[in-house]
């Protein structure tokens, strides 16, 4: 996050956040959305363009660091979770983000970017999830329902569709949060994923509307949304619905039902949103279309160390009790080997200087 200081120097605004490059996604792409909410939060929050770095792997939503006039890379298939950690840990001051696609994050991706998740190193993810892969022209992706018809699955998906909430819980993400790309609410997770120290995980459903269009019709139109999801507060009920008359409870067996307000149930006989419980953030990510709303909101947040402060305190710790190292000394230590001319082979030189 930048400093008060920093902010003071130049008051930068959304349009400041805008590269130079033609924005090359479909028109109508729920990405322009996305980004002009990120531009929005960058200046909102101050930040700086010489402290932020946008990392992305590959896909439409990769796209992205050539969009935003900051430092970034466009890296390779699946690994944008291991550069953006390396570019935090060489450069602790930097304020990095990380840009993937449902594709991209969770199939080649999915390890890199659970270990990521896990080591809570200071970066702020954002997975654009369309259920689809849109890049390569309309395949059937990680998230994709069971029995959608594409290319590459035309008599329908065989394959059970991955959470990716569920996967950032149970990874023990510190901070988990899903928003829609067209959504009032997008720019408050943003907000607080950036002010969030460790790892902050942001699902954003995004509309892919030439392969996809209205996956999440039911998320966005006017005359479903609020029957269809359910918001998240921090320690307030689980209402939902245009009426606001409706809740979520559990039953004696733990398990969650959807019952009407009235009727001899009150709000206080509902469950209630708990930011800092792990279990209770795991049972929301389960809550999926068409039987429950979908939740939206921060799911979990706690305070966490970070990887990059404990791998300094190793660092400091080292050198205080072995002195300050000298690479030299360390690449030149014990028996080394020197090429002599080209016919000539390979001559043991023992310490060479």
Same mark, same amino acid.
């Given at each position: 996050? @930048?400093t008060q200081e920093d902010v003071k120097?130049?008051?930068?605004?959304?349009?400041?956040?805008?590269?130079?490059?033609?924005?090359?996604?479909?028109?109508?792409?729920?990405?322009?959305?996305?980004?002009?909410?990120?531009?929005?939060?960058?200046?909102? /929050?101050?930040?700086?363009?010489?402290?932020?770095? +946008?990392?992305?792997?590959?896909?439409?939503?990769?796209?992205?660091?050539?969009?935003?006039?900051?430092?970034?890379?466009?890296?390779?298939?699946?690994?944008?979770?291991? +550069?953006?950690? %390396? !570019?935090?840990?060489?450069?602790?001051?930097?304020? !990095?983000?990380?840009?993937?696609?449902?594709?991209?994050?969770?199939?080649?991706?999915?390890?890199? &970017?659970?270990?990521?998740?896990?080591?809570?190193?200071?970066?702020?993810?954002? &997975?654009?999830?369309?259920?689809?892969?849109?890049?390569?022209?309309?395949?059937?992706?990680?998230?994709?329902?069971?029995?959608?018809?594409?290319?590459?699955?035309?008599? %329908?998906?065989?394959?059970?569709?991955?959470?990716?909430?569920?996967?950032?819980?149970?990874?023990? @993400?510190?901070?988990?949060?899903?928003? !829609?790309?067209?959504?009032?609410?997008?720019?408050?997770?943003?907000?607080?994923?950036?002010?969030?120290?460790?790892?902050?995980? !942001?699902?954003?459903?995004?509309?892919?509307?030439?392969?996809? #269009?209205? @996956?999440?019709?039911?998320?966005?139109?006017?005359?479903?949304?609020?029957?269809?999801?359910?918001?998240?507060?921090?320690?307030?009920?689980?209402?939902?619905?245009?009426?606001?008359?409706?809740? /979520?409870?559990?039953?004696?067996?733990?398990?969650?039902?959807?019952?009407?307000?009235?009727? %001899?149930?009150?709000?206080?006989?509902?469950? +209630? #949103?708990?930011?800092?419980?792990?279990? #209770?953030?795991?049972?929301?990510?389960?809550?999926?279309?068409?039987?429950?709303?979908?939740?939206m909101g921060v799911f979990y947040r706690? @305070?966490?160390?970070?990887?990059?402060?404990?791998?300094?305190?190793?660092?400091?710790?080292?050198?205080?009790?072995?002195?300050?190292?000298?690479?030299?000394?360390? &690449?030149?230590?014990?028996?080394?080997?020197?090429?002599?001319?080209?016919?000539?082979?390979?001559?043991?030189?023992?310490?060479?200087?």
């Amino acid at each position: 996050m @930048a400093t008060q200081e920093d902010v003071k120097l130049t008051v930068l605004t959304a349009k400041d956040f805008a590269s130079n490059q033609d924005v090359r996604w479909c028109p109508g792409c729920g990405d322009y959305a996305i980004l002009n909410q990120v531009k929005k939060v960058l200046a909102k /929050i101050g930040s700086r363009k010489e402290k932020t770095v +946008f990392i992305a792997g590959i896909g439409c939503s990769s796209r992205f660091p050539y969009y935003v006039d900051t430092y970034g890379m466009h890296s390779i298939h699946g690994r944008a979770p291991a +550069f953006a950690t %390396g !570019v935090k840990l060489a450069n602790p001051e930097l304020d !990095v983000w990380l840009v993937t696609g449902d594709g991209d994050g969770l199939s080649i991706g999915g390890n890199h &970017l659970i270990h990521a998740l896990r080591r809570n190193v200071n970066i702020n993810i954002m &997975l654009f999830n369309n259920r689809i892969y849109g890049l390569t022209k309309g395949q059937y992706s990680p998230t994709s329902e069971e029995g959608k018809k594409t290319k590459s699955s035309p008599m %329908g998906s065989i394959d059970m569709p991955l959470s990716p909430i569920s996967i950032a819980v149970g990874a023990e @993400a510190s901070f988990v949060a899903r928003a !829609v790309d067209v959504d009032k609410d997008l720019g408050t997770m943003l907000e607080r994923a950036a002010e969030h120290k460790g790892t902050s995980f !942001v699902e954003i459903y995004q509309d892919c509307n030439v392969f996809n #269009h209205f @996956a999440f019709k039911y998320a966005t139109d006017k005359s479903t949304k609020e029957d269809s999801i359910v918001r998240l507060e921090h320690g307030k009920p689980l209402i939902f619905g245009a009426d606001r008359d409706k809740g /979520i409870r559990l039953t004696m067996d733990g398990k969650p039902e959807i019952v009407e307000l009235g009727k %001899g149930i009150k709000e206080d006989d509902l469950l +209630f #949103h708990d930011e800092n419980d792990e279990r #209770h953030a795991f049972l929301l990510s389960r809550l999926m279309q068409p039987e429950f709303p979908e939740p939206m909101g921060v799911f979990y947040r706690i @305070a966490d160390e970070c990887y990059e402060d404990l791998l300094q305190q190793q660092v400091d710790a080292a050198v205080k009790a072995r002195g300050a190292g000298d690479l030299r000394k360390l &690449l030149y230590a014990g028996d080394t080997y020197e090429i002599k001319n080209p016919g000539e082979g390979v001559q043991s030189a023992g310490l060479h200087e």
